[in-house]
């Protein structure tokens, strides 16, 4: 049997249930994806845009044709 230490145990027992650890679920991963790189997506965009428009060459993967 596993001894495991008082001070991080892996599971907590709460009226005989055993609950595990906080964890980061597949929504919070996706949320996260989108909250983190939605704004990156859009700003790429718009300085593409914006040097494609005013200067005339495309610096991006998103170039206007």
Request: glycine share 10%.
């Amino acid at each position: 049997m596993e001894k495991m230490s008082a001070s991080s145990p892996k599971y907590h027992t709460t009226l005989g249930h055993d609950i595990p650890k906080a964890r980061l679920t597949a929504s919070g991963w996706a949320w996260g994806a989108l909250y983190l790189g939605m704004p990156v997506i859009l700003l790429g965009n718009l300085m593409d845009f914006i040097f494609q428009w005013t200067l005339g060459w495309c610096i991006g993967v998103w170039c206007i044709v």
